[in-house]
């Protein structure tokens, strides 16, 4: 009997049904290969909820996630509600709740992609962003005194905790030690953050000492958007706050081509609770309902929660599928050149898995 497993699908809002349906496509068909099937169990929580209930989802909506395998999430945001009422809303409470606290996520120049920078070959980009995913800069932590007066004061605190810097810098290591240039950069900016970013410093340079195989360095993250420019080719393994890793991780994407090949996962390491794999493109309501928005990024997102679920065999079919779409000038979307729609797309990617 093949085995089953449970994920939770969150299409969310803008162009997330219309990717993940693609995804779920050629997630069914790929999963075959590694004796898989998939009971997907949607819930229509987002931004649709929120006009209707006046929150992003119902008030136990994290106990109604904790059962599943893994989490598919298509998109988060609407243009007539606040950026910090939807990630807030659903989000980021799930990357702390479930302690999802490695957020990867990969940047490849594809053959037959072409990088906006000048002279890049295919495959010369390749890194693997490690953002810490659950506390830092987005913490939450701070609050609001005297709004709507002139003396309106906001504080916002960001929260380092050497647990927290020591895990994800641990895992970055441990992930470089299995790839070809073994090498790990740290972004900080310990210059002007004198307190959470020297304990970031402090905790790479101990978790460094256990991984002498390792080849490092450290970078202020003015001077890393600058090499990611000047020396994309040069990164290997990146460990960032959760912060710097979510603005590193954007250029990232541009440079291989498209936000349409963004893909992520936010991790539990340790499988005590469901790790959630999402898209980094995010809502796009500019081509929303258009049928041109790219399903690569949610595919890729797809392959990699096989990985963590162990299905190796489905997870390389998906990558192999995307790589041979790509080298071969098969069908593609407008983000990178082409005149395909989503749908044709999704169409040429199944044809190849099988």
Known sequence: ????????????????????????RVADVAGSLSGAKFDWQKFEWGTDYYFQ????????????????????????GHPKVQDH???????????????????????FLYEGVES?????????IDMLVFRENTEGEY???????????????????????????????????????????KRVASITKSNAQGYGM?????????????????ATESLLIDRAVMEFI????????????????????????IIVGSMGLAASGNIDPTKQHPSMFEPVHGSAPDITGKGIANPLAAMLSVAMMFEHLQLDAA????????????????????????????????????????
């Open 198 to 214: 020297v304990l970031w410093d402090e905790s790479f340079d101990r978790v460094a000492a256990e991984f002498p195989d390792i």
């Open 315 to 354: 997870a390389q079919a998906i990558h192999a599928a995307v790589t041979n779409l790509l080298r071969s000038g098969g069908p593609r979307t407008p983000d990178l050149g082409g005149t395909a729609t989503t749908s044709q797309v999704g169409d040429a990617v199944v044809r190849l898995v099988a």
């Open 85 to 107: 009422i939807t990630l807030n809303g659903l989000l980021l409470p799930i990357r702390r709740r479930f302690d999802q606290f490695v957020c990867l996520r990969p940047a």
């Open 53 to 76: 209930h006046g929150r992003m989802a119902p008030a136990d909506y994290i106990d109604q996630l904790a059962a599943f395998d893994a989490i598919l999430l298509g998109a988060v």
């Open 230 to 253: 000047r020396r994309p080719e040069s990164f290997d393994v990146v460990v960032a706050s959760n912060l710097f890793g979510d603005i590193l991780t954007d250029l990232s994407a």
């Open 1 to 24: 009997m093949p085995n089953t497993f449970r994920i939770a699908v969150l299409e969310g809002d803008g162009i997330g049904p219309e990717v993940i349906r693609e995804a779920i």
């Open 139 to 181: 913490a939450n932590v701070g609050g609001r005194v005297y709004q709507h007066s002139d003396h309106d004061i906001a504080v916002q605190t960001s929260v380092f905790t050497r647990r927290g810097c020591e895990r994800i810098i641990r895992a970055a290591f441990e992930k470089a030690r299995t790839r070809k240039r």
């Open 116 to 124: 906006p920078l000048r002279n890049k070959p295919p495959t010369s």
